[in-house]
């Protein structure tokens, strides 16, 4: 099932001379259960696209699809409501609320939909235990954490609820080589629970991670792999 | 390393000697890999074989250049439009590609680097994958974790290249001039002949 779909999408800053087109004419798709890596130079439009999937930005032309709803369709507070219920988003940078708790922030999506703090809380705990933290990590503030738990809080909060779209900007940024192959497997790993997975990256290695890798260039997308069928056939090269 | 494009991508240039083709090669490679003289006379015979490249008549100095048929032309950009496998590289064939890709008219030097970025990519991911498995014994996995960080440098290198390429303002290649003989690196071809 498409979870997200890129139609014809275009965004383009300014106008006239000075305008600048940051993304151009994307088209993409990405099902249930798929991991899409987006790589490209900066300024190739990387984080526009994510944005533009998130409906944190809208699109010049073109239309974004969530679970099969045009974004463009939508009020504002129903697009609000669409990007708590349906999206998660995890930062370079953690974004957490500092003054919450580690378990506060997973919740915060859910009780901002109107869920009580008890239940909210127990969907936390379970979400933070599923990403390897447990419930005395879940009552720290984020400066009394490090940075891998810190992320991995955030990707309790991006995927917590019926939130099956993900999208990650360069998440492992400031994380050491091995804690940020580990946030990267638990996003493999929530794709491979069904997520649809939106992967911003600069690092080949986490690419590494994905279905599919797409590359931008100049706002365009100018190559797109197929999906992975035969991991065996590399071991030919291997021997 | 493939002599066998590399001479064909320099004669995509223009007609040129044997002792013109290793020159050129060298320049082009930072001298990084010597060729010999012979090995150059020896594969321009099986291209002229192949009907790839045609000898044109000697001049007066007695030298026999080489021109590049249209066989040859489709044979070079098959090369230029394929990924290097892997398995494939016992010297390092992208560098050499790389180099003389910038420097052979008519390449889009962007699409070559594209094409291998993907290339290497994919099996990239497909080292991951195999990884991912939680059954793989350390020893696999250690070996799995060096052809991926080999399979990252070149990916990096690419991206790196790319926007070194894009920068730069490439200089059409010149055509071979007139050739002069350098009498000490002449004289054990003409021992040979």
């Known amino acids: 099932m498409t979870v997200l779909h890129l139609r014809g999408v275009s965004r383009v800053h300014g106008d006239g001379e000075n305008a600048v087109h940051a993304l151009v004419n994307a088209e993409l798709s990405i099902e249930s259960g798929e991991l ?146 580990d946030v990267l497997k638990l996003l493999r790993k929530r794709c491979d629970q069904g997520a649809a997975g939106l992967l911003v990256t600069h690092d080949a290695r986490h690419a590494g991670w994905a279905d599919r890798v797409v590359f931008l260039r100049d706002g365009r997308i100018v190559d797109s792999s197929t999906p992975l069928e035969k991991p065996e056939s590399l071991l030919e090269g291997a021997e | 390393m493939s002599v066998k494009h590399s001479l064909l991508a320099l004669l995509e240039r223009g007609p040129a000697y044997g002792y013109q083709l290793r020159a050129a090669f060298e320049s082009a490679t930072g001298s990084t890999w010597p060729l010999n003289i012979g090995q150059v006379y020896t594969t321009l015979s099986r291209l002229e074989r192949d009907e790839m490249v045609e000898a044109l008549p000697e001049n007066e100095s007695g030298q026999r250049p080489y021109r590049i048929t249209e066989a040859g032309k489709r044979h070079l950009a098959g090369w230029f439009a394929s990924p290097v496998r892997a398995a494939d590289r016992p010297r390092d064939e992208l560098t050499i590609k790389l180099a003389l890709a910038v420097t052979t008219p008519g390449v889009d030097v962007a699409d070559v680097i594209q094409r291998q970025r993907a290339a290497t990519l994919r099996t990239l991911q497909e080292y991951t994958r195999l990884k991912a498995d939680d059954s793989a014994d350390l020893a696999w996995k250690l070996v799995l974790e060096s052809m991926i960080f080999r399979a990252e440098a070149e990916i990096r290198w690419l991206d790196h290249t790319e926007a070194v390429v894009a920068r730069a303002e490439l200089p059409a290649p010149s055509p071979f001039g007139h050739y002069e003989p350098d009498p000490e690196t002449s004289a054990p071809l003409e021992e040979k002949r």
């Open chain 1, 36 to 181: 899409v890596a987006i790589m490209g130079p900066s300024g190739s439009g990387k984080s526009t696209l994510l944005n533009l999937a998130g409906g944190l930005d809208a699109p010049t032309s073109g239309e974004v699809i969530v679970e099969g709803t045009p974004l463009s369709t939508l009020s504002k507070k129903k697009l609000a409501a669409l990007r708590r219920r349906h999206v998660g988003y995890v930062f370079q940078d953690y974004n957490l609320v500092p003054s919450l708790t580690a378990a506060e922030n997973a919740a915060l999506p859910l009780e901002l939909d109107g869920m009580g703090v008890g239940k909210a809380r127990k969907a936390a705990l379970a979400a933070l235990e599923e990403v390897g933290l447990d419930a005395q990590i879940a009552d720290r503030f984020p400066d009394e954490v490090s940075g891998g738990q810190a992320q991995r809080t955030a990707i309790a909060r991006a995927l917590i609820g019926e939130r099956r779209l993900v999208l990650a900007d360069e998440p492992t940024g400031a994380l050491d080589s091995t804690t940020g192959e």
